[in-house]
Structure formats: C-alpha cells, structure tokens
C-alpha cells in the first residue's frame, strides 16, 4: 500500500514571494504518477501539477514546479511569485494505475498568502 | 478539462431520512467514480469506487448498506446515504475517471448537515 506524507500542517508566504511545500511518499511501485491538488474555501478540486514517475525531467505550470526525487521519494511544489488566491489547501497525491487508478492524498497543507 | 457536475452542493435533513447526491460527467463517459468524505481541515477519505454497470467496491469501516452507491450509466453516479445521523454530516466529493486515463475529475462536492 502507498503512504503519503505531508509533515506542514500549515505555511504562510507573503506576496510575490515563494514558497515550498514538502510531500513524501512509500511505494514498492516503479511506475506511477504524482500529483498536486489545490482545494480553495470554494472546496472544489482543482488539479496543480502531474508528474510522471518515469520521466526525470521535474513538471512546471507557470508559476508551479516541482522537485521530484524519486530514489528520496520526494515530491515538493514550489509557488513562485506567490498571488492571493494561491491561499488554500493543497493536497499532494499518489497513483498506480493498475489500482483501478485510485488516488491516495497527503494530509494537506494549508497556506496562506499574506497581503 | 472534462467537468463532473455534482448535485446538491448542500444539503439540510432531518434525521432519519435519506439524502441522494448526483455526479454527473458532462463531457465524458466516467468509467470509474470515487466517492470520499471529508472533514474540516482533514483530507479525502476515499468511501467507495464504483464502475460502471458493477456494484461498488467499499473502503474498510464504510457501511455499504448505509452509503450505497449507483454507476448504471457512463455518465451518472449516486450516492444514497440512508436514515442519516448527525454523524453522517460531512462533506463528500465525487471524482471520475476516464478509460486509459490517469486524470481525475473532481466534482464541487456536497456539504451535508443532518440536524
């Protein structure tokens, strides 16, 4: 079974500064997928960033990356140029395809973008 | 993206009456769905995954006779709770999957109160 671990309950960053969040996972699997969810006060679910396992190259959107270190099973998103409505919960979150592509979450966590 | 349309975004009921949430994919056949709970501040617990034309499979500790859920069509899934307890108010998100896809899509989620 797969783990996933996000050890900051809460963060803060000012505006147009940037900010990482950690997640960690276990996993005897090679092939797999990792993903960033951000859920605002709206609570609807709103995909970040996907990265796939067996690419080596980190994903970037925008002003979202990531740091995938997959031999560490790391896996953290940085925001850059931090904006108001990047305040929410964020959510980083396994799948192995060949379990019926179902998605194992991280406790989240909540930032908080400072005026 | 592809969009799952869930209905109601809330709902208010009486104890011991029986509340019905629709997830609805709009622009795609959802072959599999998941349905979690959420608590505030928490993360998605996963209750059940359901495809298409098959009973559902539950999580450990989800009462299937209590939470039952219906995928009859590619495009349409219930959830059902039954005579419903004030421990039953919750949050719950419905999300979908498309054949040979690892994207989820996430609908708005229903907010549950039974008073």
């Known amino acids: 079974a797969q783990t996933v671990t996000q050890s900051q309950p809460e963060m803060s960053v000012q505006e147009a500064e940037t900010v990482t969040l950690s997640c960690t996972y276990d996993?005897?699997?090679?092939?797999?997928?990792l993903f960033w969810y951000k859920q605002p006060p709206s609570r609807q679910m709103i995909l970040v960033i996907r990265?796939?396992?067996?690419?080596?190259q980190n994903a970037t959107e925008n002003r979202f990356s990531v740091n995938f270190q997959k031999a560490a099973k790391s896996f953290s998103l940085k925001i850059s140029d931090s904006q108001l409505g990047d305040t929410a919960m964020y959510f980083c979150?396994?799948?192995?395809?060949?379990?019926?592509?179902?998605?194992?979450f991280g406790s989240g966590t909540q930032l908080t973008v400072l005026p | 993206g592809a969009v799952v349309s869930q209905h109601p975004s809330w709902v208010i009921c009486k104890s011991g009456t029986s509340v019905k949430i629709e997830c609805r994919s709009l622009?795609?056949?959802?072959?599999?769905m998941f349905w979690y709970r959420q608590f505030p501040k928490q993360s998605l617990m996963l209750m059940a995954t359901?495809?298409?034309?098959?009973?559902?499979?539950?999580e450990q500790g989800v009462e299937k006779d209590k939470f039952l859920i219906n995928h009859a069509s590619l495009t349409l899934s219930t959830l059902t709770v039954t005579s419903a307890h004030p421990e039953d108010s919750s949050f719950y998100i419905c999300?979908?999957?498309?054949?040979?896809?690892?994207?989820?899509?996430f609908g708005q989620g229903t907010r549950l109160t039974v008073v």
């Open positions: 996993t005897s699997e090679n092939n797999y997928y």
């Open positions: 979150a396994f799948l192995n395809p060949g379990s019926a592509r179902q998605l194992t």
């Open positions: 990265q796939e396992a067996y690419k080596q």
């Open positions: 622009d795609f056949q959802a072959t599999t």
């Open positions: 999300s979908g999957g498309r054949l040979r896809s690892t994207e989820a899509f």
């Open positions: 359901s495809n298409e034309g098959s009973k559902a499979t539950y």
